[in-house]
């Protein structure tokens, strides 16, 4: 693919096949946009069916995970529709990455049906397909985790970092130097879209390593002290905390062991979504999952195994709030 083409993306309409069945692009006028929200710090929507699984409980029922996350959308939003909900966050003007987390292959990892209800959200504010780009670091990740690689005219493009390579100037920042992704450089806006994992050495992976981590060319030079300064120094650069526009945590399942990589024994059915703009309280959150299912299981606490030393870091260079006090959990329900 051309650099020309990676940055003129066709806009046109017309009925497009989108990667993994992501719908037919209509031809009728993109939305009035409405008008922004701000989204208080700290506030964050779960919403938690029984019915967002199969029943074998493999991976999450499509149309049941749309309707959680319009209705999430709404309460975090205060819209009365859906549409005006994602348009107040997003607008046919965009370029939108979706930044999945593939790491926990093949068994935690984002899955393709949050992914596609996503990106029926963003054409309802009038994004094109052909101006969404799915991406993750690892394109082997991605085809195990049931994605299929796309990077061409016509619909949703499905790709990997380096596919469209990185920045040619190193950045130098206080965890160390690194490039960031073509992909996230090109793009006007991001939904990331992690999940609750614990991590060997981070204590925890939600928000801010799926970002910080998965948009570089070197994540392993900075994993050293437990990912700590290198998480939040990351996630406060510009082209991260800049673009992204939402965080659709993928909770239909979650880990409390084992992590990053994937161990079924450790997996746990959660039947979530978890919505909010705010990477640390969601971090703080899921690390207080992990923890409950830690307990359970009479595992120590991450504080005492691997303490997610990098959520106050983040927290420190004002990227939100890890303050129990001023986390606001809302509970959405369908």
Known sequence: MSEIKRRDFIIGGGALAAGLGGGALGLLPAPAAEAAVKITKGHVVQIQDAGMTDSK???????????MLGRALLELTGKKKPADAWSSLFSAKDMVGVKINCLGKPCLSTTPEVVNAIIEGLKSAGVKE???????HFGSHMTMSRYKLKDK???VRYVHNKQWGFEEEWRTLPAGKTKFSQVLLK???VVSVPVIKDHALSGVTCALKNMAFGTIINPSAHHRNGCDPGIANIYNQGPIK???ALIVCDGAFMQYDGGPQCKPAARVTHNSLYLTTDPVALDKLAWELIDEHRKAKRLPPLHKARNPVHVATAAG???GTDDRAKIKVIKAKL
């Open 242 to 244: 800049e673009k992204v």
């Open 187 to 189: 793009v006007d806006k």
């Open 130 to 136: 052909d101006r969404i780009v799915v991406f993750d």
């Open 153 to 155: 005219e016509g619909g």
């Open 57 to 67: 409980g493999t991976r999450p029922v499509e149309a049941v995970a749309a309707k």
């Open 317 to 319: 260079l004002g990227l």
